[in-house]
């Protein structure tokens, strides 16, 4: 019984962070419909970049977040205006994969450049401590990563609900066309909203480093639980991939117990080919995906 | 239109066909100047990729071996040259640097790459050849497997053999103080396998009940879950078949769960020179088989270590003294049978002669089945009062076995 | 036509005097993985080409392909190429239910689950150690006996790949020019208008989806007996996958020889790098950057930019030519811009065209 609470408690946590990352991927694919193959690969660069910043300065890595968030965001709207922006139209979504593609492979061939294939751990003072809670030892580290992921989230939803930009970028969303026509300026507002799932990447990575090791070709990894969960949560819809996010991510969690961790992982491509054969347009909202 | 770009393709193939076979084959063969000039050793390693860092540690005892050999003289008086390629930790790129090191750059010897998974297509390209394999890694049951007659592991024990003298120090324990339960958490990779299954066979011969047993992905990064199993079953044993960061990993998961085992043992990492600084100061207890340390009495360890320490500035490790010991085995061959070259009657003569003679090696005297497997085992080290020190086997030791773990 | 048939004899002239030209077996090794890049980039030319739905996923096919014949020669102990066929024949079946879940909804979903499919596949491979052979990877026992060695082990190899590749040639051939052909281009440049024509879009994606994998699979196969040593993580690679991607876009998916063109030139170049550079990370950051700049600059890929090039110069009126909805788009675009830079308006299919007869078009 305490193994199972125990496996709940982390795949709540590992939920958290799923569906931080899984709404940076949903954010791109609503204002531009663009399947963003390299937001892992970014993940893992801002993982880099905090233990980057941890090793040389002594410093705690959540302090790194002051740099890269900002950093990833200009470089999400510069990569939607520069490049994306300058696909056609026509075969936007194909090609668009094979950018990002691009990019990924990029960014995982400098990092192994730079800082060699090694993997790499942040060494915290309290990685090894813990807090019980009913029986179960809850990670200080996974705390701090899924509170982060759950303030972040909560920020973004805000965001979105609350500000004008946010309504802009709804409207982006829905219909670009009619946005268009009631003078939303949509091309800043889909750079905007590169930037944003950009910063998500940014957070996540932060996250992943205080309680994960690191290595240039982990974004694979990340990939295709991530692609899994935004197309059972519908794509395009931010609240149906949190919710996907934290029912996959406690689902790998459980699963584990009988399964194993290696058989375990195969749950997202199962529900994402039964998502695809029973219900193509993903199990919570998603209007969009029916068109792609 | 369509007629020209259909002709120019045609010329354009042909051209870079004609390219192709000229630009690369611009490598100088040395053919016809055999027994003389100097003995050329060709060599495949992953010096970028997953295993990039073992690669480079065998490419530095490689290199330590060739300039040492070449200060004392040579090899049948002749210099040894070593051309090493990058195979980036790929199989099929594997297979291609040797055909390439023995087809265009015409080596006279051969040495072994690293990791099980590059070992097996490397060593089918040299059978092909007639060539004699002496690898310095790829300790894993499935390389011997194969049947390939010239191949030969120079270390001193094969992967499932590691943790011999430790099973052995538990057996001889009186009946109630044996451990009970046992969990085991292996990387899904040959040699990391082999290393805890190893151990899992001869502790279930003696009774103890196997509580975990899982295998994770190579590059598996949480394990918050295997931890949670292994905490939950309460094991008094546990053991990783791990490399490097999974058992730091796996540690700090562990400690995260306040699991608190009576014995822990884990392969590879605890010898790494990071592993106290990545864990912190909760080392004390852990074990570790390795095959090599530089305080061994061997005949020839302390010129090594001494030779190796002054190059490079640090003691030879482990990945270190496997290289060197290759080299010393294909040396050995060499002089007793007196010929190096490509020719597959001296590379048969070469064959021949290790798997009937016993070679002097800085991990001690080495001898072959007929599969190629080392006949040894490795010590036991174990880390006392904060340093890493041999325990096992009792004549080796330089420390007393702890066998009730402190906390974590 | 009697000078195209005098290109394609040459072209074929130079890929059967390889062998005998080719110094050592080291290059003639390096030939054989160019043939089966050519035949893999071919392969994948069947949906991405023909369909311009963009598969990055292909190694599952010819790691499935690879291990299936493996697995056939090992336990059955039945005729290698028999297996290989078997192998090829099994994985067509198994991509029935993949390219039904993947085609049914359009764009994304079949980019992700492709991803997906290699990812899953290199779990499963690697777990299911007691059949797949796990990590410790799978022999393939040689389907030729000791007598034949190495070097005649890759000329043999050499064409049999060859022969491999002009069947997949063919069969692209015939359907490029059959009435099938035409209903999956017309998918490619608008599949609402296709449907709405009434072509029967998801058989037509799907039959080029499982004549794809079958082939893909046949190659896997192929080079599975030749190199004879098979890794899951090798085998099921999202890299391998990209590769044939960038092969095929680079030399130009609409035209018969531009996946061949772009195995060539790659698989030639990526020989070469490593000669020259050894031992850098360097050769994903400039696989991902050429791949950048194709899909940036040049979608349609060498083939018919080199054409269009030489078009410039050679004052000549055409007869039909195939313009893509996204060029047409693309050209009342610009027409109104500055005009001068129209580089990125490509001739289709290798067939001629001038400024002239765009004019005309429109």
Known sequence: MSLFFQSLVLGVLLGGLYALLAAGLTLYFGVMRVVMIAHSAFLILAAYLAWFFTTETGLDPLLSLVVTVPLFFVTGVLMQRLLISRLRPATLTMMSVLLTFSIALVIEGMLGFVFSGTQRRIRLPYSGESIELFGANIAVVKLIAFGLAAVSLGALFLILKMTQFGQALRATIQHPDAARLIGINTDRIAGYGFGLGLATAAIGGTALALDSTIYPSLHWHWIGPLMAIIVVGGLGSIPGAAIAAMLLGLGQSLLQIPLGTTWAQTIFYVALFATLMVRPQGFFGGRLAQRF | ?408 | MLTKGMGLLVLAAAVLAFPSLAPDPFILSVGVVIMSYAVLATSWNFVGGFTGYISLGHASYSGLGAYGTALLVIHTGINPWVAMILGGLGVAVLAVPIGIASLRVRGASFVIVSIAMVLILLLVFQSWGEVTGGSNGLRVPRPFDESVLRPEQHERFFYLHAALLAVALLVWWAIDRSRFGTGLKAIREDEDKAQSLGVPTFNYKLTAFVISAFFTALGGGMYALWFGFLDPIFQFSILVGSYMVLMSLLGGIRSLLGPFLGAVIVGYAVEFFKNQYGDTQFHLVAMGLLLGVVVLFMPDGIIPAVSQLIDRFRPQAASIREVSAGELAEQRRTASGPGASTAADPATDDESTDRLSEGVQR
């Not at chain 2, 065998?58 to 049948?76: C, I, K, M, S």
């Not at chain 2, 061994?296 to 360890?301: C, S």
């Not at chain 2, 270590?305 to 500035?313: H, I, K, L, S």
Request: hydrophobic share 40%.
């Open chain 2, 1 to 408: 239109m369509k007629v020209t770009t259909h002709h120019r393709l045609g010329v354009l193939a042909l051209a870079s066909a004609l390219t192709l076979t000229g630009c690369m084959s611009s490598g100088s063969s040395d053919e016809g100047e055999e027994g003389e000039g100097p003995i050329t050793i060709g060599i495949s390693l992953p010096l970028t990729g997953d295993f990039s860092e073992p690669g480079k540690g065998v490419q530095r005892g490689y290199e330590a071996w060739a300039d040492y050999v070449n200060d004392n003289g040579g090899l049948l008086g002749r210099d040894v040259e070593l051309t090493i390629l990058d195979d980036q930790s790929n199989a099929d790129r594997v297979a291609s640097d040797y055909e390439k090191l023995i087809n265009q750059d015409g080596v006279d010897l051969v040495f072994g790459p690293f990791s099980t998974r590059l070992v097996v297509p490397a060593a089918q390209v040299a059978k092909d050849y007639g060539f004699l394999f002496v690898e310095p890694a790829g300790a894993a049951e499935e390389v011997f497997t194969q049947g390939f007659d010239n191949l030969f592991y120079a270390a001193p024990a094969v992967a499932d053999d590691h943790y011999n003298y430790l099973a052995d120090a538990i057996e001889a324990l009186p009946e109630a103080e044996r451990p009970k339960t046992a969990a085991y958490a292996a990387m899904d990779d040959p040699f990391a396998m082999g290393t805890a299954y190893g151990l899992k066979t001869r502790l279930e011969e003696m009774g103890v009940e196997t509580v975990v047993d899982e295998v994770y992905p190579p590059n598996t990064t949480d394990f918050g879950s295997i931890a949670a199993k292994i905490a939950d079953s309460k094991a008094d044993v546990v053991v990783g078949g791990t490399q490097y960061q999974d058992a730091v990993n796996m540690i700090v998961s562990l400690r995260q769960l306040d699991y608190q085992p009576k014995m822990a043992a884990f392969s590879t990492a605890p010898t790494n020179p990071e592993f106290p600084e990545a864990i912190g100061d909760e080392t004390e207890g852990i074990l570790s088989p390795t095959g090599y340390t530089p305080e061994a009495d061997y005949p020839t360890n302390a010129e090594f270590v001494e030779y190796y320490t002054e190059r490079e500035g640090t003691p030879p490790a482990e990945d270190e003294a496997n290289a060197w010991t290759t080299g010393q085995v294909v040396a050995a061959a060499v002089e007793a049978v007196g010929c190096a070259d490509p020719d597959p009657e001296c590379q048969q003569q070469l064959i021949d002669w290790l798997r009937d003679n016993e070679v002097d090696t800085v991990v001690g005297p080495l001898t072959w089945d007929a599969e190629g497997r080392p006949e040894g085992a490795h010590l036991i080290q174990q880390y006392v009062d904060g340093e890493i020190r041999i325990v096992l086997p009792e004549d080796a030791a330089e420390a007393d076995l702890i066998l009730e773990k402190p906390e974590w």
